[in-house]
């Protein structure tokens, strides 16, 4: 038998109007970084980079002296999957304020370092990690033609 407080909840929740208001403010993916609305100059140069080679890393630092271990796992991470450095690209969010954190509100990702593989958007440290671990990482880079050209390839 059905106790009466479940009941009256059960007939209070049925009962209750939805909130007609709701769906304009819930978006599909949630964000934690609050909406700045990324300037159109700041977004172009986000576009330009990420389009400027098949493999964009932002970063903290450069991939010689990256500035925090995330950076550095990052780099190390594209360095054992064998990512050809004449297709890769790193942009050092510490130089420009903008972009630290621009990025992060056009990715909706709340932390660099941030990959991205032809124009979209990988994911940060963590998802590196997971991915290099279960062989996704180079199964991607495989596929994108994005790795260091085996001995006799593409020599011609």
Not at 3 to 30: D, E, K, M
Not at 121 to 149: R, S, T, W, Y
Request: include cysteine; charge should be positive; hydrophobic fraction near 40%.
């Amino acid at each position: 038998m059905i106790s009466r407080p479940l009941l009256s909840t059960a007939f209070r929740q049925a009962a209750r109007p939805a909130p007609t208001f709701a769906p304009r403010f819930l978006s599909p993916r949630y964000s934690p970084i609050p909406a700045r609305f990324l300037s159109t100059e700041t977004k172009a140069a986000i576009d330009k980079a990420v389009g400027s080679a098949p493999v964009v890393l932002f970063m903290k630092g450069t991939p010689e002296t990256p500035q925090c271990g995330f950076s550095r796992a990052s780099i190390q991470i594209l360095g054992l999957q064998g990512v050809d450095p004449k297709k890769f690209a790193a942009f050092n969010v510490l130089e420009d304020e903008a972009l630290r954190q621009g990025i992060k509100e056009y990715s909706e990702w709340p932390t660099i370092p941030q990959l991205y593989v032809d124009k979209e958007f990988v994911g940060g440290c963590d998802i590196l990690v997971a991915m290099h671990q279960n062989g996704e990482l180079a199964k991607m880079f495989e596929e994108k033609k994005v790795l260091v050209p085996a001995d006799g390839e593409g020599s011609k």
